[in-house]
């Protein structure tokens, strides 16, 4: 299976179909009629793609295993067919066509089978996916019309003795959504050329300017305090949402002070200067945090 500890959970949707085709009309008449001696068909095909549905990951060698909190089986029956539609949501980190597919599949073949006594021209057609939300699917991932500031606070990478990576880590995600780095410079750990760099960047129209490092507790850690003065607004949810991703790969992610506001239309994220912090907090919040530049510029939905 693909790792995906590296998302995080979000409502998933997903709809798939498989139609039974039947040769006489006799079929479907006794599928209605509940004539079929196997009972009834469409209730026990139903049964039949709710199991499914929850053993997808036993099946399919690839599939997560995941929680199933809504399974929907609907029919259209037509006069030589009978159309079958599976819905699924989840709350997960990775989505459910697959689990639709399946679930639409068994309830196909339940049909068949109950069905073949009476028929023996019975066939199964399309199966695929009709609609999926949620996940990658629904984001806009071209980020091309902004631009980015990236600005490393650490005493030692400014003076020589070591070598940046983590900045490094947030330019690489920061290209993947297109997003252009305009600046990229290392200062030390010091109050003044904190602030003077968010200044810099605001002057220059930067969309997006992003510190790493000093969100610690040491006494040189001076990020947030150097950073909180000069921010019209602060936003809470990015911090939490970065926190809380944290925690959940490492204990000590609560210590981290990662701060997140604006500074008039420009976003100013302070995140941790470790390697793995700095990932990290990108991924718990990129590409959803880019959904801030619709409100600030007005665009409420």
Known sequence: MINITHKSPTLRKAIAQAIVKVSKPETILAVKNHGVPK?????????AGLFAAKRTADMIPDCHPLPIEFTAVSYE?????????????????TGVEVEAMHAASVVALTMYDMLKPLDKGISIEQIKLIEKRGGKSDQKTDFSELSAAVIVC????????GEDKSGKVIIGKLERFGIQVLDYK??????D??????????????DILIYTGGTGLSPRDLTPESLEPLL?????GIEEAIRSYGQQRVPTAMLSRSVAGTMGKMLVLALPGS?????????????AVLHSFKVLSGERH
């Open 39 to 47: 009972g009834d068909v469409l209730e026990m095909a139903k049964t």
């Open 77 to 93: 029956l037509g006069e030589m067919e009978i159309k079958i539609l599976v819905e699924i949501h989840t709350i997960y980190k």
């Open 154 to 161: 650490s005493d030692s990478i400014a003076k020589g003795v």
């Open 186 to 191: 290392v200062i030390p750990d010091d109050s």
């Open 193 to 206: 050329q904190i602030q003077s760099a968010a200044n810099d960047a605001l002057a220059l129209g930067i």
């Open 232 to 236: 019209d607004r602060r936003i809470p």
């Open 275 to 287: 390697v793995a912090g700095a990932g990290e907090s990108m991924d718990a919040v990129f590409p």
